[in-house]
C-alpha cells in the first residue's frame, strides 16, 4: 500500500499538469496575499485604536485560507481525474487488480499519495503567512486550527474525487462529476425552507469549514469530514472488487 502511494505521488510529480497547478496556485494565492497585506496596511492605522480589533492574522492569514478553499474545489478534480479512469482507459486496471493486493489497499495507496501532494500545497500556502512572524506577532493557534481545517477539506475532496473516478474510463468525464458533486456539497445550503435548513447545513462541506478556519473546533465537525472521507472510499473499494470479480 505505501508502495503504492509513493508511485501515485511519483507519478503525479513526473506529469506537468501537477505542477502546474503547483506554481499557478501559488502564483494566485500569492497574488492574493499581497492583496490581503495591502490592504491590512490601508486599514492599520484606523483599526489600531479599536480595543479588541482583528489583527494581522485575522486579517491576512484567515482570509488567505478561506481563498485556497475555493482553489481547492477547482483544483482537486483536476488532480484527480485520473486516479482511476486512466487505469480504465488503458486497460491496466485488470493488471492492477490481478496484483497481490486487496481493493482496500489499492485505494488507500491512490488515496494516502493524492492526498501527500494536496498536504505539500497547503504547506507551501501555509509558509506565506508564517513568513509574517518575521515582523510581527501571529496567532498560531488560529493559523494551525485553519491549516487543520483545510487538510480535513482537501481529504474529503480527494476521496470524493476518488470515487467518481472510478465511475468512468474518461478523466474528463470524472473532473467534471467530480467538481458538480463538490460544488453541489459546497452550496448545498444556500437553498432550502427553514425546515430543511438544519440537513442542509449538515450536508455542506464549507458549513463545517468555517468554525474550524475561525478556530472554533468541534468534534461533530471533524466526525463530518471522518464520515464523508470514510463513506467515498467504502463506496471507491466496493466498485474496485465489483470489477475484480466480475
Same mark, same amino acid.
Given at each position: 500500500?505505501?508502495?503504492?502511494?509513493?508511485?501515485?505521488?511519483?507519478?503525479?510529480?513526473?506529469?506537468?499538469?501537477?505542477?502546474?497547478?503547483?506554481?499557478?496556485?501559488?502564483?494566485?494565492?500569492?497574488?492574493?496575499?499581497?492583496?490581503?497585506?495591502?490592504?491590512?496596511?490601508?486599514?492599520?492605522?484606523?483599526?489600531?485604536?479599536?480595543?479588541?480589533?482583528?489583527?494581522?492574522?485575522?486579517?491576512?492569514?484567515?482570509?488567505?485560507?478561506?481563498?485556497?478553499?475555493?482553489?481547492?474545489?477547482?483544483?482537486?478534480? !483536476? &488532480?484527480?481525474?485520473? /486516479? $482511476? +479512469?486512466?487505469?480504465?482507459?488503458?486497460? @491496466? %486496471?485488470?493488471?492492477? =487488480?490481478?496484483?497481490? *493486493?486487496?481493493?482496500?489497499?489499492?485505494?488507500?495507496?491512490?488515496?494516502?499519495?493524492?492526498?501527500?501532494?494536496? !498536504? &505539500?500545497?497547503?504547506? /507551501? $500556502? +501555509?509558509?506565506?503567512?508564517?513568513?509574517? @512572524? %518575521?515582523?510581527?506577532? =501571529?496567532?498560531?493557534? *488560529?493559523?494551525?486550527?485553519?491549516?487543520?481545517?483545510?487538510?480535513?477539506?482537501?481529504?474529503?475532496?480527494?476521496?470524493?474525487?476518488?470515487?467518481?473516478?472510478?465511475?468512468?474510463?474518461?478523466?474528463?468525464?470524472?473532473?467534471?462529476?467530480?467538481?458538480?458533486?463538490?460544488?453541489?456539497?459546497?452550496?448545498?445550503?444556500?437553498?432550502?425552507?427553514?425546515?430543511?435548513?438544519?440537513?442542509?447545513?449538515?450536508?455542506?462541506?464549507?458549513?463545517?469549514?468555517?468554525?474550524?478556519?475561525?478556530?472554533?473546533?468541534?468534534?461533530?465537525?471533524?466526525?463530518?469530514?471522518?464520515?464523508?472521507?470514510?463513506?467515498?472510499?467504502?463506496?471507491?473499494?466496493?466498485?474496485?472488487?465489483?470489477?475484480?470479480?466480475?
Amino acid at each position: 500500500m505505501i508502495i503504492l502511494a509513493r508511485h501515485e505521488l511519483y507519478r503525479l510529480f513526473i506529469s506537468p499538469l501537477a505542477w502546474l497547478i503547483l506554481a499557478l496556485s501559488q502564483l494566485i494565492l500569492a497574488y492574493l496575499f499581497l492583496t490581503h497585506i495591502d490592504y491590512f496596511m490601508q486599514i492599520q492605522g484606523k483599526i489600531s485604536a479599536i480595543p479588541g480589533a482583528p489583527g494581522v492574522t485575522e486579517l491576512i492569514a484567515l482570509p488567505l485560507f478561506n481563498n485556497t478553499a475555493t482553489i481547492l474545489l477547482l483544483l482537486t478534480p !483536476l &488532480i484527480t481525474m485520473r /486516479l $482511476v +479512469a486512466e487505469e480504465h482507459r488503458n486497460n @491496466s %486496471l485488470p493488471l492492477l =487488480l490481478s496484483a497481490p *493486493l486487496s481493493a482496500t489497499q489499492i485505494v488507500l495507496g491512490k488515496y494516502i499519495g493524492t492526498v501527500t501532494f494536496f !498536504l &505539500i500545497l497547503l504547506m /507551501l $500556502v +501555509a509558509v506565506m503567512p508564517l513568513s509574517l @512572524s %518575521l515582523s510581527t506577532t =501571529l496567532d498560531y493557534r *488560529l493559523i494551525a486550527s485553519a491549516s487543520f481545517g483545510l487538510f480535513l477539506l482537501a481529504a474529503s475532496f480527494t476521496a470524493i474525487g476518488l470515487f467518481l473516478s472510478a465511475l468512468t474510463k474518461q478523466p474528463t468525464i470524472a473532473a467534471i462529476s467530480t467538481f458538480s458533486v463538490l460544488f453541489l456539497l459546497w452550496i448545498i445550503d444556500w437553498a432550502g425552507n427553514v425546515e430543511q435548513a438544519g440537513l442542509l447545513n449538515w450536508l455542506s462541506l464549507i458549513s463545517h469549514f468555517q468554525p474550524i478556519l475561525q478556530g472554533d473546533i468541534h468534534s461533530k465537525d471533524i466526525a463530518y469530514y471522518f464520515i464523508v472521507i470514510l463513506f467515498f472510499l467504502g463506496l471507491t473499494i466496493h466498485r474496485l472488487n465489483a470489477q475484480r470479480f466480475n
